[in-house]
């Protein structure tokens, strides 16, 4: 993250993002697999090996890549295997949704991950401070209903956030800059598609 200043001279809290260039390396359609789709591939991966083991001679053959998505197209998009799809797609003021994998935070306690305040700090209760404290019923229906907020894991989960606004592109270096943050932690891997619904 950044920031920028508008035209009004107001600062502003952006993410730069490395949007591609992805490469199509494979067309789905509904008469071959029974839907429309596009697999994308990016982060070309350099210095290609034959196999595992150091030393053996560098491949030849099509390039690879360190990530590969599958991404659905509608009816009317037409894209060819081997095209290359960069930033340029989008411009400032567009709307997009970015979609990402959440920092991973391990287990975590009630107050950190569903931000109870915990238990009074005085009359006697000097080890209930961050308890979540009653997680019970009376004797109907006798049990702990299910999804109850409780410690457990936090983070490492897929979210979406809907209509970032795109403040600038920088097509010479595949930048995307987007008020606000993004999910995920810094070199994470996101999905970015323009919004169905604006605001």
């Known amino acids: 993250m950044t920031q920028v200043y508008d035209k009004g001279g107001k600062t502003e809290a952006i993410t730069a993002i490395e949007a591609g260039p992805c490469t199509v390396t494979q067309i789905k359609t509904v008469e071959k697999d029974g839907y429309n789709a596009v697999k994308l591939g990016f982060g070309e991966i350099k210095g290609q090996k034959t196999g595992g083991k150091k030393g053996k001679a560098k491949e030849k053959g099509p390039i690879k890549f360190k990530y590969l998505r599958e991404i659905r197209l509608d009816d009317g998009q037409k894209l060819e295997a081997g095209q290359k799809i960069d930033v340029s797609v989008f411009k400032a003021g567009d709307f997009i949704n970015v979609c990402g994998i959440t920092k991973g935070k391990g287990f975590a306690g009630?107050?950190?991950?569903?931000?109870?305040?915990?238990?009074?700090?005085?009359?006697?209760?000097?080890?209930?401070?961050r308890a979540p404290g009653s997680v019970g019923s009376n004797t109907s229906p006798g049990r702990v209903y299910k999804g109850l907020r409780m410690a457990g894991h936090l983070g490492d989960a897929r979210v979406t956030i809907s209509n970032l606004v795109v403040v600038d592109i920088n097509p010479a270096r595949n930048l995307l800059l987007v008020r606000g943050a993004v999910p995920g932690m810094t070199n994470g891997l996101l999905i970015i598609e323009k919004s169905k619904r604006e605001k």
Do not use: A, E, L
Not at 116 to 125: A, N, S
């Open 110 to 129: 009630g107050v950190k991950r569903h931000h109870f305040k915990g238990g009074p700090k005085t009359h006697g209760q000097s080890d209930r401070w």
